[in-house]
């Protein structure tokens, strides 16, 4: 069975920095596009970043310059490294997967951003 762990959340100051990580495991072929979206408290989920197969990337205006989306596709892991945190940044961050056309989400971690 597929699945998608996020893990590297946490409580981070305004201007501060922090990385997540989705590693999938299970039986996997291929991985296609790889994804995060956010969810703020009150809110509806939205998109946060993209990247394809080779490696193409797609940011929301929001986060744009500020976050960098990788991929490790021979650890079958995605990565989110999120600078200049705001306070607006805060919400539960999901990774997002198509798997063999499949799609799969994480869990959610939590990011904080307040002093």
């Known amino acids: 069975q597929v699945q998608l762990v996020e893990s590297g959340g946490g409580l981070v100051q305004p201007g501060g920095s922090l990385s997540l990580s989705c590693a999938a495991s299970g039986t996997i072929f291929s991985i296609y596009v790889m994804e995060w979206y956010r969810q703020a408290l009150g809110k509806q989920r939205e998109f946060v970043t993209t990247i394809t197969s080779p490696g193409n990337t797609y940011y929301a205006d929001s986060v744009k310059g500020r976050f960098s989306i990788s991929r490790d596709n021979a650890k079958s892991t995605l990565y989110l490294r999120m600078n200049s945190l705001k306070p607006e940044d805060t919400a539960v961050y999901y990774c997002?997967?198509?798997?063999?056309?499949?799609?799969?989400w994480g869990q959610g971690t939590q990011v904080t951003v307040s002093s």
């Open positions: 997002y997967a198509n798997i063999d056309h499949k799609g799969y």
